[in-house]
């Protein structure tokens, strides 16, 4: 590999230029800087460059079109560009590979991890370079080098788990514009005259902003567990008020999947309460809100009821789903933090694996319990309970 490999970064955030140029120059890299596509294309034909670090949302030319201009003249077109970015769905890779990168790394970014798959593409790069009179030689090599590339990818996903300080702050920075966009949007629904189209553009973006919020409130919750942060508020409640609250948020999605959703409160429960309402709707919420992602058809049952304890009275709260039985093997990573029951990308459901997780944080965290039962053919019933004090 050449000695001191260029390293051009096109990015518009001076900060991050900053960042990079001194972890490479640390490294032994000669860097060179720019500020928009424009400037970065000039300076790619200039210089040539080894390698490319390349933002995507960037002032003028994006990410796509620059990497798109770079592919395009002849002498430029075998430089390796790596995509650095904050945009973490699959249509955003995948449109990332299509306009010539060979490779996308997240940010906030781990070094070790940035500089392993640099030095991995510049390898490749060399190796490309003289494959035609190298070839018997080195294609056990680049098969190493292919795997190496895999193993970086498989440390980034473990280390995010740790991450817990930048899902902090990220869910913080996050949540503000996001209930402005949600409030603008419930506004447009109630207080403008809308077509019917545009009534379901703005439902389904008001839909897709509560998701977004969920996400967002799970990581922070999360974060805030991890550190101790989660506080608990005691307070007086009926839990049938804390279920209708629920039945409200879940209520646009039964109804489009033409579910049916029964409850059954004891009622030895018809009474005020006293404990962590909060905490509860939060448990609640998200196991009936996994209810209904998993169902496809017929019914939802949420139970309540007081379960008999030597030290105190406990609340006991049921989920029956009638969704797809899940394995026994898997029942005792269920509530792990990440965890997906079908992790592959062709998986058929949405979500990051947080919201039992989170559920299972907020019931320890009330002292309680939390668990699932699954019957073969018949779903499966979600439950929890925790100490109540009922107000006589």
Same mark, same amino acid.
């Given at each position: 590999?050449?000695?001191?490999?260029?390293?051009?970064?096109?990015?518009?955030?001076?900060?991050?230029?900053?960042? @990079?140029?001194?972890?490479?120059?640390?490294?032994?890299? +000669?860097?060179?800087? #720019?500020?928009?596509?424009?400037?970065?294309?000039?300076?790619?034909?200039?210089?040539?460059?080894?390698? !490319?670090?390349?933002?995507?949302?960037?002032?003028?030319?994006? &990410?796509?079109?620059?990497?798109?201009?770079?592919?395009?003249?002849?002498?430029?077109?075998?430089?390796?560009?790596?995509? @650095?970015? #904050?945009?973490?769905?699959?249509?955003?890779?995948?449109?990332?590979?299509?306009?010539?990168?060979?490779?996308?790394?997240?940010?906030?970014?781990?070094?070790?991890?940035?500089?392993?798959?640099?030095?991995?593409?510049?390898?490749?790069?060399?190796?490309? +370079?003289?494959?035609?009179?190298?070839?018997?030689?080195?294609?056990?090599?680049?098969?190493?080098?292919?795997?190496? /590339?895999?193993? $970086?990818?498989?440390?980034?996903? +473990?280390?995010?788990?740790?991450?817990?300080?930048? /899902?902090?702050?990220?869910?913080?920075?996050?949540? *503000?514009?996001?209930?402005?966009?949600?409030?603008?949007?419930?506004?447009?629904?109630?207080?403008?005259?809308?077509?019917? %189209?545009?009534?379901?553009?703005?439902?389904?973006? *008001?839909?897709?902003? =509560?998701?977004?919020?969920?996400? @967002?409130?799970?990581?922070?919750?999360?974060?805030?567990?991890?550190?101790?942060?989660?506080?608990?508020?005691? $307070? %007086?409640?009926?839990?049938?008020?804390?279920?209708?609250?629920?039945? =409200?948020?879940?209520?646009?999605?039964?109804?489009?999947?033409? /579910? =049916?959703?029964?409850?059954?409160?004891?009622?030895?429960?018809?009474?005020?309460?006293?404990?962590?309402?909060?905490? !509860?709707?939060?448990?609640?919420?998200?196991? *009936?809100?996994?209810?209904?992602?998993?169902?496809?058809? &017929?019914?939802?049952?949420?139970?309540?009821?007081?379960?008999?304890? !030597?030290?105190?009275?406990?609340?006991?709260?049921?989920?029956?789903?009638?969704?797809?039985?899940?394995?026994?093997?898997?029942?005792?990573?269920?509530?792990?933090?990440?965890?997906?029951?079908? #992790?592959?990308? *062709?998986?058929?459901?949405?979500?990051?694996?947080?919201? @039992?997780?989170?559920?299972?944080?907020?019931?320890?965290?009330?002292?309680?319990?939390?668990?699932?039962? $699954?019957?073969?053919?018949?779903?499966?019933?979600?439950?929890? =309970?925790?100490?109540?004090?009922?107000?006589?």
């Amino acid at each position: 590999m050449i000695d001191k490999p260029l390293v051009l970064i096109i990015d518009d955030s001076q900060v991050n230029i900053i960042l @990079l140029q001194s972890i490479l120059e640390q490294q032994g890299f +000669q860097v060179k800087c #720019a500020k928009n596509g424009e400037e970065g294309l000039a300076l790619t034909k200039q210089f040539l460059p080894n390698i !490319i670090l390349l933002d995507i949302v960037m002032i003028g030319w994006d &990410g796509y079109e620059t990497c798109r201009r770079i592919k395009q003249e002849s002498k430029l077109a075998k430089i390796p560009i790596l995509f @650095l970015s #904050a945009l973490d769905d699959t249509e955003n890779k995948v449109q990332a590979f299509q306009s010539g990168a060979v490779d996308y790394v997240n940010k906030p970014f781990q070094k070790e991890e940035l500089l392993a798959r640099v030095r991995t593409h510049l390898e490749l790069a060399y190796l490309r +370079q003289n494959l035609e009179c190298e070839v018997v030689n080195q294609t056990e090599k680049i098969q190493l080098l292919f795997e190496a /590339l895999q193993l $970086s990818y498989d440390k980034s996903q +473990q280390a995010s788990i740790l991450k817990t300080e930048f /899902l902090r702050n990220i869910s913080h920075e996050f949540r *503000t514009p996001m209930n402005i966009v949600l409030g603008m949007t419930e506004m447009l629904i109630e207080d403008t005259q809308l077509t019917e %189209e545009q009534y379901g553009y703005a439902k389904a973006s *008001t839909v897709a902003g =509560k998701k977004l919020m969920d996400i @967002l409130t799970n990581m922070l919750n999360f974060s805030q567990q991890f550190k101790g942060e989660l506080k608990q508020v005691v $307070s %007086e409640f009926r839990i049938e008020n804390v279920i209708k609250k629920v039945l =409200k948020n879940v209520s646009f999605d039964v109804e489009k999947k033409g /579910l =049916k959703i029964t409850t059954c409160i004891e009622p030895e429960l018809d009474a005020n309460l006293r404990g962590n309402k909060e905490g !509860i709707f939060n448990v609640l919420n998200k196991l *009936t809100d996994n209810a209904v992602k998993f169902t496809e058809k &017929g019914e939802i049952v949420i139970s309540a009821q007081l379960v008999e304890a !030597i030290d105190a009275e406990w609340l006991q709260i049921e989920v029956q789903d009638n969704a797809q039985s899940i394995p026994e093997e898997k029942q005792a990573h269920l509530f792990d933090i990440f965890f997906q029951i079908d #992790a592959s990308s *062709t998986r058929a459901y949405e979500g990051m694996g947080m919201g @039992l997780a989170v559920a299972k944080m907020f019931t320890e965290g009330m002292g309680g319990q939390i668990g699932v039962k $699954s019957i073969e053919n018949k779903g499966n019933m979600f439950w929890f =309970k925790m100490p109540m004090q009922v107000l006589k």
